[in-house]
Each structure stands twice: as structure tokens, then as C-alpha cells.
């Protein structure tokens, strides 16, 4: 019956095997969702069509319980909640939580979706309050860490990168002031970190905050750990901008030493 798209006639045995074969298959899950997303697409507004949403979300926890696969499933079950709630700020939180914690499970195996609505709802948050702007960008940072990764693997996503950034632009998140106050709490207890010193430097560089103390101190503290006369003269370059010509002068000394530097 389900195959030939009869759900009506398919109801009364699939619901059986929910309810008493559990661990059957995860065929019947996946028939499950697309039967309820039929039911839920053709009810009116009201109490009926929420009902069958409640149905759609126990079937997804179902099967984590019985099936696993958390990471994959709760993108599902977050696209579909986002879908059909999106303007309960209580729901869109929720499925955001799913989101967020199927991102940290898939890693590079997530969705270009998934990347995306996870942002989306992030940023719906932020708007009402309810997360803050350094919580926007700590996601923005670990989505990006994870379409670095994927670049060049398939244009979608080239375009999945386009959009978050588009976004975030948009939002005006990405601000200096608002890398600052991300970045600065972490400074002192991360100097020795080149991973997040070369984070800190390409995100400031990226939103054009590469005149900034935080971008300085990054980088100076990157150069004590990986010296060499290139990072050397592109410290100098910045301090001649900023007009600190003293730092300048010793930094362009440290440029001109050394062997095989070019003229």
C-alpha cells in the first residue's frame, strides 16, 4: 500500500509495527516520515495538523533509540521541525539544538542543509534574544572549519559558503568590535596555539579587522612561536600602518636576516 502511495490504506498496519516491532527496520521509519509529512502537508491549521507534527518528531526519537545514527537523524529531524514551526521561537530553538548537535556529531559529513538552517535558526535566535552574538559566531567558525574542509569537493558547497557568509554579512555580526569581544576573552589562555592564532588572523583579515589589537597580538604572538623574514615583514607592514614605526623598524631588521631571502 505504501509503495503505491495508498498511506490511508498503509496507516493501520505501519502504525502496528511502530508500536510493536520497533527494531523491524529503519525502512519503516523512513516511511513513516514521508507518510506523515503527506498527512501533515494536506491537514488544515489547528490542533489536527500539530498533532501529526508531534507524530512526525516521536518517530525520528524512535528511531535514534532503537537505530542510532543520532547525527544524521536530528539534521532530519530538525529541517522538518524548522519546516513546519518556524514561527514558534520556542520550536526554532529547539530544532536549532538539534541542528547544532547534529553538526557536532556529522562533522564534514553533514548536509549543506543542515549547514545552512543551522545558521538560519541561530541567527533567528540571536534576533530575539535568546543567544547572543558571540554564540552566532562560535557556529559561524565551526560550520566554516567544516565547508574548509569540503572546498572544491562540489560547487554546492561553494554556494552553502556564499550563503552563511551573505548572511552573517547581512546581519552585520561579523563586525570588528563583535570579533573582538569573541576573540579577546581567549587571548591570554590560547598565545601558544597556532591553530587559533592562524583562526584569529584569517577571520580578522577575511572582515577586513586586520588593523585591530587583537589582529596584532595575534599575529606577534603567532611570529614568537613560527619566526621567519616573510611573517616578519608583514608584521612591519602592519606597524607602519598603524604608525608604530619603532615595532616596524624591528621587525623589518628581522625580515633582512637570515639565508635565501629574496632580494
Same mark, same amino acid.
Given at each position: 500500500?505504501?509503495?503505491?502511495?495508498?498511506?490511508?490504506?498503509?496507516y493501520?498496519?505501519?502504525?502496528?509495527?511502530?508500536?510493536?516491532?520497533?527494531?523491524?527496520?529503519?525502512?519503516?521509519?523512513?516511511?513513516?516520515?514521508?507518510m506523515?509529512?503527506?498527512?501533515?502537508?494536506?491537514?488544515?491549521?489547528?490542533?489536527?495538523?500539530?498533532?501529526?507534527?508531534?507524530?512526525?518528531?516521536?518517530?525520528?526519537?524512535?528511531?535514534?533509540?532503537?537505530?542510532?545514527?543520532?547525527?544524521n537523524?536530528?539534521?532530519?529531524?530538525?529541517?522538518?521541525?524548522?519546516?513546519?514551526?518556524?514561527?514558534?521561537?520556542?520550536?526554532?530553538?529547539?530544532?536549532?539544538?538539534?541542528?547544532?548537535?547534529?553538526?557536532?556529531?556529522?562533522?564534514?559529513?553533514s548536509?549543506?542543509?543542515?549547514?545552512?538552517?543551522?545558521?538560519?535558526?541561530?541567527?533567528?535566535?540571536?534576533?530575539?534574544?535568546?543567544?547572543?552574538?558571540?554564540?552566532?559566531?562560535?557556529?559561524y567558525?565551526?560550520?566554516?572549519?567544516?565547508?574548509?574542509? @569540503?572546498?572544491?569537493?562540489?560547487?554546492?558547497?561553494? /554556494? =552553502?559558503?556564499?550563503?552563511?557568509? &551573505?548572511?552573517?554579512?547581512? !546581519? +552585520? *555580526?561579523?563586525?570588528?568590535?563583535?570579533?573582538?569581544?569573541?576573540?579577546?576573552?581567549?587571548?591570554?589562555?590560547?598565545k601558544?596555539?597556532?591553530?587559533?592564532?592562524?583562526?584569529?588572523?584569517?577571520?580578522?583579515?577575511t572582515?577586513?579587522?586586520?588593523?585591530?589589537?587583537?589582529?596584532?597580538?595575534?599575529?606577534?604572538?603567532?611570529?614568537t612561536?613560527?619566526?621567519?623574514?616573510?611573517?616578519?615583514?608583514?608584521l612591519?607592514? @602592519?606597524?607602519?600602518?598603524?604608525?608604530?614605526?619603532? /615595532? =616596524?623598524?624591528?621587525?623589518?631588521? &628581522?625580515?633582512?636576516?637570515? !639565508? +635565501? *631571502?629574496?632580494?
Amino acid at each position: 500500500f505504501f509503495n503505491h502511495k495508498l498511506y490511508d490504506d498503509a496507516y493501520e498496519t505501519w502504525w502496528y509495527t511502530f508500536d510493536n516491532c520497533p527494531a523491524s527496520s529503519v525502512r519503516m521509519y523512513v516511511d513513516g516520515v514521508t507518510m506523515y509529512r503527506h498527512y501533515i502537508d494536506e491537514a488544515p491549521e489547528g490542533p489536527v495538523k500539530q498533532g501529526l507534527i508531534d507524530t512526525l518528531m516521536l518517530i525520528y526519537d524512535q528511531r535514534i533509540e532503537y537505530f542510532k545514527d543520532e547525527g544524521n537523524v536530528l539534521g532530519r529531524q530538525g529541517r522538518d521541525l524548522l519546516s513546519y514551526r518556524s514561527d514558534d521561537m520556542d520550536e526554532v530553538e529547539r530544532a536549532y539544538e538539534m541542528l547544532k548537535k547534529s553538526v557536532e556529531i556529522q562533522g564534514k559529513k553533514s548536509q549543506d542543509a543542515v549547514l545552512l538552517l543551522f545558521m538560519t535558526s541561530g541567527i533567528a535566535l540571536k534576533n530575539e534574544g535568546r543567544i547572543d552574538d558571540n554564540q552566532v559566531i562560535e557556529d559561524y567558525f565551526n560550520v566554516v572549519v567544516i565547508l574548509d574542509q @569540503l572546498e572544491g569537493r562540489s560547487s554546492r558547497w561553494a /554556494k =552553502a559558503r556564499a550563503s552563511i557568509d &551573505e548572511m552573517m554579512l547581512n !546581519e +552585520n *555580526i561579523l563586525t570588528c568590535e563583535a570579533l573582538d569581544g569573541y576573540f579577546k576573552p581567549q587571548m591570554e589562555q590560547k598565545k601558544k596555539d597556532v591553530t587559533f592564532l592562524e583562526k584569529v588572523i584569517t577571520f580578522y583579515t577575511t572582515t577586513g579587522c586586520d588593523r585591530t589589537e587583537i589582529y596584532a597580538e595575534a599575529s606577534e604572538d603567532l611570529y614568537t612561536i613560527q619566526p621567519g623574514p616573510e611573517s616578519a615583514h608583514n608584521l612591519a607592514i @602592519l606597524f607602519i600602518t598603524r604608525n608604530d614605526f619603532q /615595532k =616596524a623598524a624591528g621587525y623589518l631588521k &628581522e625580515a633582512v636576516q637570515g !639565508e +635565501n *631571502i629574496d632580494p
